[in-house]
């Protein structure tokens, strides 16, 4: 299964991590795209702490690569400009997309179709074709324009997921509220996932050999 991951600038980019170690394990090819901003996010919330972030975006995204991705799926890096990228079309037939964490700007530019980069016209292949689209904004508190660019976005098909993790699996560490968001969407987009245990069962089913822990 073919999945496009666009990474913008809001607060968030473990979820962005951790989606992408999941949907490479479950055997995914992840057309992966990470705006400048959400390359700066990166750099300051995921790369250790006490080292100077990388100058540049491109090794940024590439150290992103190297900690998460892994199992049997494959990555590739898509530039934000380019508009000759498989997704950029309908005719590319690819099932889903999933855009975490999604910020507000591009909330906006997807809701009201003004896509000026990858990221925005993956979204808009997704809407236009009847296809599978998650955002995942991470934004609080949220104005009456975020929350009328939702409505419109899921009128539109779109499965608008804010980054709201549940308790009820009872969580131990933040990666457990990461995970649970995470298996949110994978859930929406059709692939497998053991990331948490599904209510009323005691715990989650053991991963398949090769599968994203």
Known sequence: MRVFLGVTGASGALYAGHALRALTGAGCDVGLCVSGAGAHVISH??????????????????????????????????????????????SSLAPAALIAPCSGS????????????????????????????VLMPRETPLSLIHLENMAALTRAGAVVMPAMPGFYTLPRRVEDLVDFMVAKALDHLGVPNHLIARWGEAAAAPPAPGAAL
């Open 45 to 90: 919330e995921i790369l250790e702490a006490g080292t100077r972030p990388p100058d540049d975006p491109a090794l940024v995204v590439e150290t992103f690569v190297r900690r998460f991705a892994g199992g049997p799926g494959s990555v590739t890096v898509l530039g934000l400009n380019d508009l000759t990228a498989p997704f950029a079309s309908g």
């Open 106 to 133: 591009t909330m906006a530019a997807i809701a009201h179709g003004t896509a000026r980069n990858l990221i925005h016209r993956c979204a808009d292949v997704m809407l236009k074709e009847r296809r599978r689209l």
